[in-house]
Structure formats: C-alpha cells, structure tokens
C-alpha cells in the first residue's frame, strides 16, 4: 500500500513524532496508519506520541545573541506547565535551539528540526524528542525569527514576553546605546506596537479603519450633520491617534511620556554624538494565540468516586 505526504502529516497530527519517523513507519506499515502508530510505540516513542496530544501553551520565550557576527534569534518553545518551562533541561533546549537558528539560517521549524544541536552529534529534533521523554511533558518549539545587524534585546518575566530590536549605528558597543536599545525593547513588551511606524500599514488598513471611522461619525446624531471637510479633519485626528496607539515611533515614550520614541531616539544620538536608526523589532509573547490547558477539577474529583 502507497502513501502520501497527506498521510504522512495525518501521522504526525496524530502521534506528534518527527516527519521522518513517520515516514519510516508508514513505509514499513505499507502506507497502513494504525500498523505506523504501533510501529512507533514500539521504537520507543509511544511515550512521546501520547504526550505530543496533550496541549502545550506554556513554556517560555527566548533572545540569544552572537555580538561578533551580529546575528541574533527571539524563539518560542511551549511546554505544558510553567514549571517545567523553570527546569533546566528544557532551558538548554530553547538556548540550544536558538543558537542552531543562529548557526544555519532554517527556513521554518521543520528545517530547525534537523539542524545539528550545538557540538552534539544529534539534531534539535533528537534533544527535543530526548526532552519530552525524560521531563514527562510535551514540548513544542513554535516559532522563531532571525536578525543581522546591531541588535539588542529584552526579556520579560522568566521568559513570559521578550523584543529583539534591530538597530543601525556606528558605536553598537557604547554603554549609552544599550541602555537606549535595551529601553525601547521595553517599550515594545509594555506597549506592544503592531507597527514600526505609518509607513510600514498597509494601504487598505488605513482606508479600512477610515470607512469605520466615518461611519461612526455618521451615525453619531451629534457629528452627522457636520460638513465633509469638518469630517475629514476629524477622521484624520482619530487616524493619528490609531499611529500614536500601534506605531512604536509615534508612540509616547514610557519613560517620558511628553516625548514620542522617535524623539527619544533623536534626542538620544545627538546627545551621544552618532547616529541611531531604529531599523525593526520582533516582539514575541509566549503561548499568544494558543489554546490554555483547562483542568476540570470537578470532574476529576468525581472520577475519584467511580
């Protein structure tokens, strides 16, 4: 019997194991998925297989950064409790994994997944599969993003959020632009800007958020009256607002709030004597969008009586 890739993704949403593994079992199962999961529990990875259904939503965000060769890599890798995100064994796992993202530039996680683990002969894949069966836990790495240039970094909370911003400046070393780059990470875990300024949106999120806009003035008995020149000054005022709110740059500074992170960053490098340009920043907040393990402790107590 023949298989498909379809087949061997069903696999792998079904047991959690590695792409390879699956295609493995299900070539020797003849393309048959029950006979592919016995397969796999017996090599071992039953444990693993059970664990990689259960939810994993917590578990901690990470900076690593090489300084000589300016590279740097914010991940996410989601475990199901906060207490194993604390242990040791998984914060080797996610400092590993970063520096591999550092080291070989992968396309996506599943590249990452065959990368070689630091001076290891294995892959991130076989630590992680090492991970999961000695912690108890499943564990997932989610997603990553790479840098080049002078960056810098903060991490929030243990891992609970952290910002890696990229930066153009002839003095990345000076004490003075790592505290100002350390803050405007800060300002990125605090504020949490969608964009880095006006010009980075989108043409038709803009007219979007206008149409909302003008339709709320209209239909406001006190403003729909008005004329459509007083209107358009109105939409304009509430679109600046809308980049004051989601631009980093025009936001108001947090540490001093009379003054935008744009006139922050300017002040600053005049101040310091050379240049500074805020270039982009990727801020990552662990288990956003995810689904939250939810006990049912009622339940559990009346299973207790059964």
């Not at 994993?56 to 965000?61: R, S």
């Not at 564990?139 to 990553?144: E, G, L, Y």
């Not at 709030?257 to 310091?272: G, H, L, P, R």
Request: charged residues 30%; hydrophobic residues 40%; glycine residues 6%.
């Amino acid at each position: 019997m023949s298989f498909t890739a379809k087949d061997v993704a069903a696999l792998r949403e079904k047991t959690g194991c590695g792409m390879m593994d699956c295609k493995k079992a299900l070539t020797e199962a003849n393309g048959d998925q029950d006979k592919a999961i016995e397969l796999l529990r017996e090599k071992g990875l039953a444990a693993q297989a059970k664990k990689a259904g259960r939810i994993a939503a917590d578990g901690m965000v990470s900076v690593y950064i090489d300084k000589e060769k300016k590279v740097g890599v914010i991940i996410e890798v989601n475990s199901e409790t906060d207490f194993v995100a604390k242990n040791a064994e998984f914060q080797e796992l996610v400092n590993g994994a970063a520096k591999a993202v550092a080291d070989y530039n992968p396309a996506d996680v599943d590249a990452l997944l065959k990368c070689k683990f630091g001076d290891t002969e294995f892959t991130v894949e076989d630590i992680l599969r090492e991970k999961i069966l000695k912690i108890g836990e499943n564990m997932k790495i989610r997603r990553f993003e790479r840098l080049e240039g002078d960056l810098v970094s903060y991490v929030h909370g243990g891992g609970s959020t952290a910002c890696i911003a990229k930066f153009e400046t002839g003095n990345a070393d000076s004490a003075e632009f790592q505290e100002l780059g350390k803050n405007i990470c800060m300002q990125v875990v605090a504020m949490t800007p969608e964009y880095l300024s006006p010009d980075d949106i989108a043409a038709d999120v803009i007219e979007h958020e206008k149409n909302i806009l003008i339709a709320q003035i209209k239909n406001d008995p006190k403003t729909a009256d008005k004329p459509d020149a007083v209107i358009e000054k109105m939409v304009m005022g509430k679109i600046n607002k809308f980049y004051q709110e989601n631009c980093l740059l025009k936001q108001a500074y947090v540490k001093e709030q009379k003054i935008s992170v744009e006139q922050y960053i300017a002040q600053s490098a005049k101040s310091f004597g050379f240049d500074i340009k805020l270039v982009s920043f990727v801020n990552y907040e662990k288990g956003e969008g995810l689904e939250k393990r939810q006990d049912d402790f009622a339940a559990e107590v009346a299973s207790m009586n059964k």
